[in-house]
T-cell receptor
Framework: EPEVTQTPSHQVTQMGQEVILRCVPI?????FYWYRQILGQKVEFLVS????????KSEIFDDQFSVERPDGSNFTLKIRSTKLEDSAMYFC?????????????FGEGSRLTVL | AQSVTQPDIHITVSEGASLELRCNYS??????LFWYVQSPGQGLQLLLK??????LVQGIKGFEAEFKRSQSSFNLRKPSVHWSDAAEYFC??????????FGAGTRLFVKA
């Protein structure tokens, strides 16, 4: 069964460092997402990406965040200068085309720890 | 703006007992509704979804959910809980845009 894969599974970084989280969505999917879950809290929408551009983003997704689909298979989330409060589990998700009734398929997450 | 409320932060049920997890949404029309489950250290897996039609939907692992328009609710149920059902359950809503938003989650504990 096709799945969304994320790397790394866990990254520890120093405050102020740049971090790139990588995702390989399901190959025929057209919509891509990043969500964040701070430990013990809700799953929060960060950004959606379609047709090589951001389609929607939340207030969390400020100038420190960026997304890219550099090569048609990977989908990356970059945090330019990490802060302590960026420590969270980051989930990538993808969805097939068509109406927004489609299921989101999630990866297993990348845990980011900022020290 | 749409919102999703899961009133119960955690619920404990005995193995074999029935389960109902509550979900209420706030939106002017009928949204697309989902329930996801998250086991410890795992991503989120879709249990079931509602778009239109029959208001009682069946999902995987023996779960079902009922959409009640008058109550703006989409409660998740299971007639007999198994120990392996212990997990975090998230209700989610999509109002036709790109964004699916999630409730705060309900953690289910199952006691022997």
């Amino acid at each position: 069964e096709p799945e969304v894969t994320q790397t790394p599974s866990h990254q520890v970084t120093q405050m102020g460092q740049e971090v790139i989280l990588r995702c390989v969505p399901i190959s025929n999917h057209l919509y891509f997402y990043w969500y964040r879950q701070i430990l013990g809290q809700k799953v929060e929408f960060l950004v959606s990406f379609y047709n090589n551009e951001i389609s929607e983003k939340s207030e969390i997704f400020d100038d420190q965040f960026s997304v890219e689909r550099p090569d048609g298979s990977n989908f990356t989330l970059k945090i330019r200068s990490t802060k302590l409060e960026d420590s969270a589990m980051y989930f990538c998700a993808s969805r097939a085309g068509g109406a927004n009734t489609g299921e989101l398929f999630f990866g297993e997450g990348s845990r980011l720890t900022v020290l | 703006a749409q919102s999703v409320t899961q009133p119960d932060i955690h619920i404990t049920v005995s193995e074999g007992a029935s389960l109902e997890l509550r979900c209420n949404y706030s939106y002017g029309a009928t949204p697309y509704l989902f329930w996801y489950v998250q086991s410890p250290g795992q991503g989120l897996q879709l249990l079931l979804k509602y778009f239109s039609g029959d208001t009682l939907v069946q999902g995987i692992k023996g779960f079902e959910a009922e959409f009640k328009r008058s109550q703006s609710s989409f409660n998740l149920r299971k007639p007999s809980v198994h120990w392996s059902d212990a997990a975090e359950y998230f209700c989610a809503v999509n109002t036709g845009g790109f964004k699916t938003i999630f409730g705060a989650g309900t953690r289910l504990f199952v006691k022997a």
